[in-house]
């Protein structure tokens, strides 16, 4: 085994239930153009942009936790796009690949990513995830409040200078679900993978209830009106937790995100970090971890700041939860109202 190897096996991050953490999502702003119903409140509160780590302070985090570990980073937000320097922070990440990084990864609306795509390939973005809801333009509008054509003028730039991409479709009922089909139709003709997410308990206004949620099972009956679906096997050799069941339609994959009906919490190799430091072990953990004050320590080379980092992260992750289920569970054995949960999908970005 060389120092490298043993270095990451000795320090990964893992939970109480042995899940390992490989994957860490940076959301690098809050902000966004878009207002997605299922996302957005309708008075968001801005962070304040002096309260954001830099991105040479996000660029240390990524670095001490590659070294521990992490292979795969994937930078959202609210709209990563947004903000300046994004491009770059790209870039800057290529370094850590000696490190032990695989992937950097982004996840986009692609309203502005007409402009970026090229500079996103040079600076070595390896794939990027794009929300599209429906191709219909007056119900894209009423669900996000923004046109469609530059998202699918993103979409096409995106193709042309060769970066991988799949599309995210968050269904809610009786909103955007006749869009399953023409969805499906698109990314075989279009030849991207498609996946739809079920609508999770993370929208900015907290009006998301059960009854709004598209099911797993719902999604493969409407698909299996037209198309022959079928069930693509597990890889066994993908040592990463993919959240997606994977599916066959006409031999054209698409994946069915079901965190609600048939979540993939038990095997989760994910953590997560806010623009302003605070650490999240699940997407649904009522409560973060605020590590800024220790990232800024740890950017200025203070001593024994890594030290410092490591122990309060390693205990936050070690009590992660069993998933979205066992945490719904006791908030209520506790009696406590699920709006006790201050966070939501933009600020954590996914
Ligand atoms: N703005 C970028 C975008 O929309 O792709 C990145 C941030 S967005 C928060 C990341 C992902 O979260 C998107 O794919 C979006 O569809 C998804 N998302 C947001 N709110 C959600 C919710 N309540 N339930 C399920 N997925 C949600
Ligand atoms: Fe913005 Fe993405 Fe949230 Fe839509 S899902 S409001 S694009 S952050």
């Known amino acids: 085994m060389n120092m490298m190897t043993e270095l990451k096996s000795n320090a990964l991050f893992v939970d109480q239930f042995g899940r390992g953490k490989r994957k860490l999502r940076i959301s690098v702003t809050d902000r966004c153009n878009f207002k997605c119903v299922y996302c957005m409140p309708e008075h968001p509160e801005w962070m304040k942009k002096h309260d ?37 922070f790209v870039a800057q990440l290529q370094n850590l690949k000696q490190l032990g990084l695989k992937r950097i990864s982004m996840t986009s609306n692609a309203h502005y990513l007409k402009q970026y795509a090229q500079a996103l390939k ?25 046109d469609l054509a530059p998202v699918l003028d993103g979409i096409r730039a995106a193709q042309a200078v060769g970066l991988p991409i799949k599309i995210n479709s968050v269904l809610m009922s009786g909103i955007n679900d006749n869009q399953i089909l023409p969805l499906a139709r698109w990314s075989v003709q279009q030849k991207v993978i498609l996946r739809f997410i079920e609508f999770m308990p993370l929208d900015g206004d907290r009006k998301w209830s059960t009854e709004h949620v598209v099911s797993e099972q719902h999604i493969l009956e409407t698909l299996a009106t037209e198309f022959a679906v079928t069930t693509q096997a597990h890889d066994s050799t993908q040592v990463t937790s993919n959240p997606a069941r994977q599916y066959l339609i006409n ?29 999240y072990n699940c997407l649904f953990a009522p409560q973060g971890l605020n590590l800024k004050a220790e990232i800024k320590a740890l950017a200025s080379s203070e001593p024994l700041s890594e030290v410092s980092l490591n122990g309060a992260l390693s205990g936050y992750i070690w009590n992660k939860e069993q998933g979205f289920h066992a945490i719904e569970q006791r908030l209520n054995n506790q009696s406590l109202a699920k709006s006790s949960r201050k966070i939501s999908m933009h600020m954590l970005g996914g």
């Open 52 to 88: 954001l780590l830099s991105f040479e302070e996000l660029y240390q985090f990524c670095d001490f936790m590659v070294r521990r570990g992490i292979e795969f980073i994937r930078i959202t937000g609210g709209e990563p796009l947004m903000r300046q320097g994004v491009v770059h």
């Open 251 to 279: 031999n054209h994959p698409i994946g069915i995100i079901s965190t609600i009906t048939n979540s993939f919490c038990g095997t989760c190799d994910r953590v997560r970090l806010t623009a302003q430091g605070e650490f």
């Open 122 to 146: 040079y600076a070595g973005l390896d794939d990027l995830n794009i929300s599209l809801d429906s191709l219909d333009a007056t119900q894209f509008k009423q669900l996000t409040q923004k």
